[in-house]
T-cell receptor
Framework: AQTVTQSQPEMSVQEAETVTLSCTYDTSENNYYLFWYKQPPSRQMILVIRQEAYKQQNATENRFSVNFQKAAKSFSLKISDSQLGDTAMYFC????????FGTGTSLTVIP | DTAVSQTPKYLVTQMGNDKSIKCEQNLGHDTMYWYKQDSKKFLKIMFS???????INETVPNRFSPKSPDKAHLNLHINSLELGDSAVYFC????????????FGDGTRLSIL
């Protein structure tokens, strides 16, 4: 069975600084997808970034980038130049036939 | 051992039917949620509910209704199913509070014929 682990329940970062959220997963599959979702207080879930397992190049979306280490089954999210609007819950998710979610990391950006 | 369990895992039905998806959590959490994930993998909150408050996303049609017989269950009822209801529906639970870890069920894939 697939599992997704986010070992940091809460994190904080100073505005304009960089923060990294960790995610590890366990699978015996070779082809799959990984995602980071953001959930602000409005409760909407926003897709932040997506990575295909067969791609070695790390995905980037503006200030958001990932460090995908397939052998280590690690998929961390780096947020550069943190902004107040980045304050949210962040969920890591794994997709292979079905979705599996981590329990989330609550990120607070401090002014 | 399953923390959040949803049944059924797959649901195939015809337009116009009424169906329910069940969700149960054994974590002792106060709050439960329903999310809809569309074909583009976008997750949308539908409801969050604890024993004090039901918060409904205003964009959810009133054909969708949550029913909570007790704190450990939050079932999703859907009336007059439409083609656009085809999606994967996720149940989740957490302790009360916005920043509490959410535990997700495995999802229910609903297909409307």
């Amino acid at each position: 069975a697939q599992t997704v682990t986010q070992s940091q329940p809460e994190m904080s970062v100073q505005e304009a600084e960089t923060v990294t959220l960790s995610c590890t997963y366990d699978t015996s599959e070779n082809n799959y997808y990984l995602f980071w979702y953001k959930q602000p207080p409005s409760r909407q879930m926003i897709l932040v970034i997506r990575q295909e397992a067969y791609k070695q190049q790390n995905a980037t979306e503006n200030r958001f980038s990932v460090n995908f280490q397939k052998a280590a089954k690690s998929f961390s999210l780096k947020i550069s130049d943190s902004q107040l609007g980045d304050t949210a819950m962040y969920f890591c998710a794994f997709l292979c036939n079905q979705f599996y979610f981590g329990t989330g990391t609550s990120l607070t950006v401090i002014p | 051992d399953t923390a959040v369990s949803q049944t059924p895992k797959y649901l195939v039905t015809q337009m116009g039917n009424d169906k329910s998806i069940k969700c149960e959590q054994n974590l002792g959490h106060d709050t439960m949620y329903w999310y809809k994930q569309d074909s583009k993998k976008f997750l949308k909150i539908m409801f969050s509910y604890n024993n004090k408050e039901l918060i409904i996303n205003e964009t959810v049609p009133n054909r969708f209704s949550p029913k909570s017989p007790d704190k450990a269950h939050l079932n999703l009822h859907i009336n007059s199913l439409e083609l656009g209801d085809s999606a994967v529906y996720f149940c989740a639970s957490s302790q009360a509070g916005y920043n509490q870890p959410q535990h997700f069920g495995d999802g229910t894939r609903l297909s409307i014929l």
